[in-house]
């Protein structure tokens, strides 16, 4: 078991930043990635971005590419999502995955295939 725990969100005015960042413990020597999803009300959860573990290969959804970047520390078993130029489009509750087993093309960007989910935490962009 994988236990993920997420932090650094809250309330920013559209053009601001934020870090999150996802703490994980339990069986991470099996992790093979980490990514974060976020849900808006009334509308599905959606992929943001992700990385593989030990390479630090990286993947973004096209609307946050060039504003979001995703890092990791294998050290502190640590992933964080860093959030620039945020647009209230970007209000969400912010959850952070895991999954230990391979992934292959699109299976990166689908929620189903993640196995461990952190709480959430609540970004929310004013405009």
């Known amino acids: 078991q994988v236990q993920l725990v997420e932090s650094g969100g809250g309330l920013v005015q559209a053009g601001g930043s934020l870090r999150l960042s996802c703490a994980a413990s339990g069986r991470t020597f099996s992790t093979f990635a980490m990514a974060w999803f976020r849900q808006a009300p009334g509308k599905e959860r959606e992929f943001v971005s992700a990385?593989?573990?030990?390479?630090?290969?990286?993947y973004y959804a096209d609307s946050v590419k060039g504003r979001f970047t995703i890092s990791r520390d294998n050290a502190k078993n640590t992933v964080y999502l860093q959030m620039n130029s945020l647009k209230p489009e970007d209000t969400a509750v912010y959850y952070c995955?895991?999954?230990?087993?391979?992934?292959?093309?699109?299976?990166?960007?689908?929620?189903?295939?993640?196995?461990?989910w952190g709480q959430g935490t609540q970004v929310t962009v004013s405009s």
């Open positions: 990385i593989k573990w030990s390479a630090g290969n990286t």
């Open positions: 995955a895991a999954r230990d087993r391979f992934l292959f093309g699109s299976m990166w960007f689908r929620a189903n295939e993640y196995d461990y």
